[in-house]
């Protein structure tokens, strides 16, 4: 009843035949997030086809202005990675402050967006940087790419290959870990795009998973500075409650996270 | 002390098994022909089973049995029992609804057993049990205390009305009353103390062995205390006479009480692999951990404490509801009574005391002894109550502690204890020089100006260890006596074995139990080899709980030493031509005392084996037992004081120095005292901030994995600054008061001391979450 089979595959292509040859497979990345859902009988896929070994999923690459992260690079590649950190070192920060280190040595960046937990991470970075994620089939906007909690705009047997970010002028993230998980209580993600576009991300405070947060964007694009969102009022109406924080508290994380991402951010 | 004996810093013995992964557990123990158990567990808080369907399980692969909650009854299992009885203050006696290990009727929280299949793999059982239908009829349910005991609530157990188990009352009612009469000022504080689950790092297992021929059990089992185990399962729960039941506790990873107890899961594999006829394992995961193992605390009282005009206490007032959760586990009745009511003065001098304690029945998993059990109650009821007092009288709260302070040792306080002896001042000057406290308002002011809000916290704490006085327990309604017993070997060579009914489940005793040794005979502790945790070699044992292993299992071995050593010297002096009188032992030789005349430990024990010149008269060999009484508990007490910063923004509390002074007797090894304390002061801080084990409304658990119940981590805490202000327990030849639980019992006080300081409001219940915090701060 709970037999799964196990295959490894060697390239992207291989790994999407696989997923078409079998009846209800899922891919395997660095499993942080699959193999517990599996232990606990709340998946049982028939075969799991494991994405650690395609080379072509692996590394970072800085090329102009853009950063791209491939789907299978871990956390901590991520989080040491020279070019994130000259690049966007907000997702270094990011990525340091992401789990433990078992985490970080094992998931990746591929499988927490397919994932998109309401408290990741990576989704604010992903839609306050304006980033695009590709795939084996298409590119997706950010914007389009996350659909409220743990859905996606990927369909079946699409594999990500890779996220690409437009450099910012500056960014910031700053996270209230949740005392247990250590997923974001909430974390907001700012970013100040070259174009002086403002964007503003939210996670692990919607009920409706990650989120932009306009009334902030618009107040630090009339004053880039921590003091600038003083004034701004979040509502509760929509946020997330439970026992480790009421929807007031974590309006009020919402307000006084960005503003130490933007501190952050200089 | 020598470089191995009593005070030296020795390097855990036992850590090379462990850290190199060579540690025998439970689970690691295969058995030929062994089957594996899966339980199937309610879902529900409350509710009547009206049947189990197995026909479907029964045929799937590699199922062995299903076995039901009413075979095990018509089996004649007894149900589980609480082996301390408890009256009420109308003189009745507790009541106690029946507890079966699998409920043939009705189940009563989340988690209950109501069958079990018995299976080739743990995953075919698990399989199975998936398939095994079971149809429960829900009824309604309370999981809060408070709730329970209002009229109309949903009723657990017939025999307990109003889910009241008991209505218990200590000290002189009168005499409080008409101390709160004359009182210049009266502190009145509501308190709760949060529910926690006690997660050892090792689940909770239970391997079982029927051997048909012999009609003889044998048991494989994490347990804390496994004589009392088998004692247990023999005599109340007719699972074999005692000489047909082993039971072994082999290396066993933690249990904070929550391995004292013996639970349902151990019953099901004795008697299911005497169904079975094959050997029964079954290891418990964390979920089934978070459900079943018995949580600890869970209060709500209301107290209230007298002042005279010179804010000298005068009396105090305590009003206590105990949630047992839905039956009364193994020692669940003593906690919230006689290990909690009896440590109500603390500190301090107060003339009259009085508290009642209400014991409730709730649809949740029960709750017994967890690290501290019941003096953590008390210690953090008294010192936020020392703190609110401070605050309410405008004195500093160490000043206000101190003018308080029992100076005169033995001191007799209103509810029950004896104190022997102690120096509170010495603890409180130790831990405030630590920490710089006459400092502490420029830090305060410094952080202010970084917009850090900065608290001081001081906990004064005692507790009682070296559980316990046999008679003085009994006389209160124990069904057991709480000595220790221990055998010391000495082999034919020479080289030297101890067996104690203490267990170590983490505490260290493979090293600190030799050290004694060490100490007295001057041989290293490589000669030396402890042996516990089997009933089939140590002769009995009351086991390791309430910081007794030192005060009262090593003071056992040290009796037995004793009179091995007598033995050894009559020996040698007769050997030596010497009068026994003259016999000194030094550097593992006998020497005559004055001259260079000596014989080494390993030709004093060949000699009383080959026994070919013996003095008249005297038996060969060389061993002796020894079972040891103690006289009156032990009083560990001590200060801790805390300061941090709360971060305004999100209520988030950054340690900045924690400090422990604290006065346990003697030392043993105080680098194992260090890392007792230092988990101690994890666990009352992971208490104080994190942990909480929480129901809704309907009696679900939500915290039942790690994801949701938070465990403190290593970032969580600060670095300790530990030192020891020492008075020797008179009570033992040793010195020694314990250890075990006084981080656990001290610490939780002083960070919400420090944290209510810090914010500048006095209310706030543990845990105190970000969230809380920031709540309070902005509560209008
Ligand atoms: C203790 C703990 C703490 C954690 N804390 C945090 C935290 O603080 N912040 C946070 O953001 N996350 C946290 N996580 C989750 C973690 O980040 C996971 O790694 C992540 O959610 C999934 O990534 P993975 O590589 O492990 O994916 P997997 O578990 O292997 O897969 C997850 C899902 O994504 C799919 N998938 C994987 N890769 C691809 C791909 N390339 N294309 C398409 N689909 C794919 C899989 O099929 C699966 O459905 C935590 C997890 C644990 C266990």
């Given amino acids: 009843m709970y037999q799964t089979k196990y295959h490894r595959a060697s390239s992207v292509d291989e790994a999407v035949s696989l997923f078409g040859k079998s009846s209800e497979a899922k891919f395997l990345a660095g499993g942080q997030t699959l193999l517990p859902v599996m232990k606990q009988r709340l998946a049982s896929p028939s075969d799991v086809i494991d994405l650690g070994k395609i080379k072509e999923l692996q590394g970072v690459e800085l090329s102009g202005d853009t950063l791209t992260i491939k789907a299978g690079t871990i956390y901590y590649d991520i989080m040491t990675n020279a070019d994130v950190k000259k690049a966007i070192p907000a997702i270094a920060h990011l990525t340091s402050v992401l789990g433990d280190p078992a985490v970080r040595y094992r998931g990746t960046i591929g499988g927490s967006i397919a994932n998109n937990d309401p408290a990741a991470d990576f989704p604010a970075a992903l839609l306050a940087l304006g980033a695009t994620v590709k795939t084996n089939k298409r590119s997706i906007a950010a914007e389009d790419f996350f659909q409220g909690l743990f859905s996606t705009a990927l369909e079946d047997g699409e594999i990500i290959t890779a996220v690409s970010f437009p450099v910012p002028a500056k960014a910031g993230y700053e996270k209230m870990r949740h005392p247990a998980s250590r997923f974001a209580l909430t974390g907001v993600f700012v970013a100040q795009t070259k174009s002086g576009e403002v964007r503003v991300a939210a996670t692990g405070a919607s009920q409706s998973g990650v989120m932009r947060v306009p009334a902030i964007e618009a107040a630090l694009k009339a004053n880039w500075s921590p003091s600038a969102i003083d004034s701004v009022t979040i509502s509760a109406n929509g946020l997330l409650a439970d026992i480790h924080g009421t929807a007031e508290y974590r309006a009020n994380l919402i307000k006084v996270m960005a503003q130490r991402a933007v501190a952050a951010a200089g | ?780």
């Fill in chain 2, 1 to 780: 002390m020598g470089v191995e004996g009593i005070g030296a810093r020795v390097v855990r013995k036992e850590d090379k098994r462990f850290i190199t992964g060579k540690g025998r557990y439970v689970d690691d123990i295969k058995m030929v022909g062994m089957t594996h158990a899966h339980f199937i567990r309610s879902p529900h808080a409350h509710a009547k089973v009206k049947g189990i369907d197995s026909s479907a399980a029964l045929k799937m692969p590699g199922v062995v049995a299903v076995l039901t909650g009413r075979e095990i009854v018509d089996d004649k299992v007894g149900n589980l029992i609480c082996g301390w009885a408890i009256t009420s203050k109308d003189g009745s006696p507790m009541k106690m609804g029946a507890w079966p290990a699998m409920a043939p009727e009705t189940v009563r929280f989340v988690g209950q057993a109501v069958a079990v299949v018995i299976a080739e793999s743990k995953n075919l059982a698990r399989d199975a049990a998936e398939a095994v239908v079971v149809n429960y009829e829900e009824l309604p349910a309370v999981a809060d205390v408070q709730a329970a005991i209002k009229s109309g609530a949903p009723q657990l157990h017939p025999e307990a009305p109003g889910n009241q188990v008991y209505d218990w009352v200590i000290g002189d009612e009168g005499a409080t009353d008409a101390a709160f009469a004359k009182a210049a000022n009266v502190v009145k504080l509501d308190v709760t103390n949060n529910r926690l689950a006690p997660n050892a790092m090792e689940p909770r297992a239970a391997l079982a062995d029927y051997d048909a021929a012999e009609e003889h059990f044998t048991l494989y089992t994490t347990s804390q205390n496994p004589h009392v185990a088998r004692l247990v399962l023999s005599a109340f729960y007719n699972i074999a006479p005692e000489h047909k039941l082993r039971v072994i506790a082999p290396d066993v990873g933690g249990g904070f009480g929550s391995k004292i107890f013996i639970y349902p899961e151990e019953m099901v594999a004795l008697w299911a692999s005497k169904k079975v006829g094959r050997p029964v394992k079954w290891t418990g995961d964390r979920t089934e951990a978070f459900l079943t193992d018995a949580h600890g605390r869970d209060h709500v009282t209301h107290a209230e404490m007298a002042f005279d005009a010179n804010n000298k206490i005068t009396g105090l007032k305590v009003k206590t509801y105990a949630n047992f959760g839905a039956y009364m586990s193994l020692f669940s009745s003593s906690v919230p009574t006689y290990l909690y009511a009896t440590l109500l003065s603390g500190q301090y001098n107060i003339p009259a005391i009085h508290a009642e304690v209400i014991g409730v029945y709730t649809n949740t998993t029960p709750v017994d002894a967890y690290r501290g059990a019941g003096r953590p109650e008390a210690s953090y009821l008294i010192e936020r109550l020392m703190e609110t007092a401070a605050r309410q009288l405008k004195v500093d709260p160490a000043q206000l502690r101190r003018s308080n302070f029992i100076t005169q040792f033995p001191h007799q306080t209103p509810v029950i204890m004896a104190y022997d002896t102690g120096d509170f001042n010495a603890s409180l000057d130790a831990a405030m020089k630590a920490i710089d406290y006459a400092g502490f308002p420029a830090r305060k002011a410094q952080a202010k100006a970084q917009g850090k809000l900065r608290g001081i916290g001081v906990s004064c704490y005692i507790e009682a260890c070296g559980i316990a006085p046999s008679k003085a327990v009994g006389s209160l309604g124990a069904g057991v006596g709480l000595w220790e017993s221990a055998e010391v070997r000495v082999n034919p060579v020479g080289t030297i074995e101890i067996l104690t009914g203490s267990h170590s489940h983490g505490q260290g005793h493979e090293t600190t139990f030799c050290q004694l040794v060490a100490e007295r005979l001057g041989v290293p502790i490589s000669q030396v080899s402890i042996v516990h945790g089997d009933t089939d070699k140590v002769q009995f044992g009351m086991g390791t709980y309430g910081s007794r292993s030192a005060a009262v299992g090593l003071t056992a071995i040290l009796k037995a030493m004793e009179k091995m050593e007598s033995k050894a010297k009559k020996i040698a002096a007769h050997a030596l031509e010497a009068s026994e009188a003259d016999i000194v032992i030094e550097n593992g030789e006998f020497k005559v005392t004055g001259t260079d005349k000596a014989i080494a430990l390993p030709m004093v024990a060949l000699a009383a084996y080959t026994a070919h010149n013996l003095p008249d008269g005297m038996e060969p060999g060389l061993k002796e037992s020894a079972f040891y009484d103690p006289t009156n508990f032990t009083f560990p007490a001590g200060t801790y004081i805390c300061e941090l910063e709360v971060d305004p923004g999100t209520g988030k509390t950054s340690f900045v120095n924690f400090v422990a002074a604290d006065d346990f007797g003697r030392l043993i090894n105080p680098m194992i005292v260090e890392g007792q304390v230092h988990g101690g002061l994890v666990q009352g801080i992971g208490q104080a901030l994190l942990e909480h084990a929480i129901y809704d409304a309907n009696g679900q658990p939500v915290t039942a994995s790690f994801m949701d119940y938070a465990m403190p981590r290593a970032d969580d805490v600060p670095s300790f600054n530990l030192s020891h202000t020492t008075t020797l327990c008179p009570g033992n030849p040793l010195g020694i008061k314990g250890c075990g639980e006084a981080g656990a019992i001290g610490a939780s006080a002083a960070v919400i001391n420090a944290i209510t300081d810090a914010i500048g409001k006095n209310n706030l219940e543990m845990p105190a979450t970000p969230d809380r915090v920031w709540r309070t701060i902005h509560a209008a």
